[in-house]
């Protein structure tokens, strides 16, 4: 007497063969989420039109396995490691569209990306495409200023206003 144990899920092998299990939990749904919301992958739901907020161009627009919606570039297909992670999107076989974060991407892989990231609407600010480098930059330009105060510190007059 044992309990069969169907909780063995098969491994997906290529983005097409990913797709949800009837009433299986997805592993991936916290991170598309949090991954949805950093990548303004935020719509617009239906059933407003899938026009970009910002620049007003219709994009491709696409639910992802947490019910959200993402507007893709449409007939942008580029090579992954030309985008920067957490903007690579691909879409699965069922139309469903999946974020696939940082991780690097396999060699030859190709993907899409978010209208978000060609919105001439938004500038490089607002978009931020390279968060880490923009994180590296912030921490530099402390430590250039850190620098500069130690360099100029002792000798420097006072600013008599
Ligand atoms: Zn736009």
């Given at each position: 007497?044992?309990?069969?144990?169907?909780?063995?899920i098969?491994?997906?092998?290529?983005?097409e063969?990913r797709?949800p299990?009837?009433g299986?939990?997805r592993?991936?749904e916290?991170?598309?989420?949090?991954?949805?919301a950093?990548?303004?992958?935020?719509?617009p739901?239906?059933?407003?039109?899938?026009?970009?907020?910002?620049?007003g161009l219709?994009?491709?627009r696409?639910?992802?396995?947490?019910g959200q919606?993402?507007?893709?570039?449409?007939?942008?297909?580029?090579?992954a490691?030309?985008?920067?992670?957490?903007?690579?999107w691909?879409?699965?076989?069922?139309?469903?569209?999946?974020?696939g974060?940082?991780?690097?991407?396999?060699p030859?892989a190709?993907?899409r990306?978010?209208?978000?990231?060609?919105c001439?609407?938004l500038s490089?600010d607002?978009?931020?495409p390279?968060?880490?480098l923009?994180?590296?930059?912030?921490?530099?330009?402390?430590?250039?200023?850190?620098?500069?105060?130690?360099?100029?510190?002792?000798?420097?007059?006072?600013?008599?206003?």
């Amino acid at each position: 007497m044992g309990v069969y144990d169907d909780s063995i899920i098969p491994l997906a092998g290529s983005d097409e063969q990913r797709q949800p299990l009837p009433g299986a939990p997805r592993s991936w749904e916290n991170a598309d989420r949090a991954q949805a919301a950093l990548d303004g992958a935020i719509g617009p739901e239906p059933p407003s039109p899938p026009r970009c907020p910002h620049c007003g161009l219709a994009g491709e627009r696409r639910p992802t396995y947490t019910g959200q919606h993402v507007l893709l570039e449409p007939g942008l297909v580029l090579p992954a490691h030309l985008v920067p992670g957490g903007h690579r999107w691909h879409v699965d076989s069922n139309g469903v569209a999946w974020n696939g974060g940082s991780e690097e991407p396999l060699p030859g892989a190709r993907c899409r990306i978010p209208h978000h990231l060609a919105c001439p609407g938004l500038s490089l600010d607002e978009i931020r495409p390279w968060r880490w480098l923009t994180e590296v930059r912030t921490e530099n330009a402390g430590r250039a200023r850190r620098r500069a105060d130690e360099e100029s510190g002792p000798t420097a007059l006072p600013d008599a206003g």
